[in-house]
């Protein structure tokens, strides 16, 4: 399933970084400390956190993740979305818990 395609099938808004829409998604993460994000974060996945700040997108480029999910109501500072528009690294809008979207992108992943 592409970033897009999930973004439709759930209702999640595209903030920032659409250009990078059409990259696959293998897995869910769910974490919100950077420095794990950094390490153990699949590559190809949506990562799901609530940090907005401008280190997520660098560190989302690191991992070489498919997208971020802001979840919760959480939204990109304008650095963030700057840097995922200039990166191609989408940044989705959530008004769900983590562990919710986490399920149901989950969902969506295995069929």
Known sequence: MTVKEMA????LKV???????????STVYICDLLSFAMS???????????????????VASLADV???ILCEGATPDEQAAQKANGTGI?????GLPA???G????AKISG
């Open 40 to 58: 153990k974060a699949p590559g190809d996945c949506a990562w799901i956190t609530v940090m907005n700040n401008v280190n997520v997108v660098a």
């Open 15 to 25: 903030a920032a970084g659409e250009d990078g829409c059409d990259r696959e998604i």
């Open 99 to 101: 562990f919710e979207i």
């Open 90 to 94: 989408p940044i989705l809008l959530s």
């Open 103 to 106: 399920q149901r992108i989950a």
């Open 8 to 11: 439709e099938q759930l209702g």
């Open 66 to 68: 498919s997208c971020v």
